[in-house]
């Protein structure tokens, strides 16, 4: 069974950048798709990327896989005080080369709260 376990969370100046963490265990890491949020209370979840965890995907938003240590990474640069909120990542697929093994795992978040 996949566990998702966010790590790296704190309290940040604006203007600076952020790298969170995310331990993905109990499948196959690189072929398991990986999707980072972020949730404000009251507010809808927020969808920041996606990707399986062998790629990458660069923006403010940057996202990459380290297949050493099955952990996947979101970058968050030039923060505001509007980045606070609780990231968590989110896996759901298992590609094969012969079907797609579907799921639905959460990670416990952690919080990022960004100074101004």
């Known amino acids: 069974q996949v566990q998702l376990v966010e790590s790296g969370g704190g309290l940040v100046q604006a203007g600076g950048s952020l790298r969170l963490s995310c331990s993905v265990s109990?499948?196959?890491?690189?072929?398991?798709?990986v999707t980072w949020y972020r949730q404000v209370p009251g507010r809808e979840r927020e969808f920041l990327a996606s990707?399986?965890?062998?790629?990458s995907v660069k923006g403010r938003f940057t996202v990459s896989g380290d297949n050493a240590k099955d952990t996947v990474s979101l970058q968050v640069s030039s923060l505001k005080s509007e980045d606070t909120a609780v990231y968590l990542c989110?896996?759901?697929?298992?590609?094969?080369?012969?079907?797609?093994?579907?799921?639905?795992?959460w990670g416990q978040g952690t919080q990022v709260t960004v100074s101004s």
């Open positions: 989110h896996a759901d697929k298992i590609r094969t080369p012969y079907e797609m093994y579907e799921f639905n795992v």
């Open positions: 109990g499948g196959i890491f690189r072929d398991t798709r």
């Open positions: 990707m399986f965890a062998s790629d």
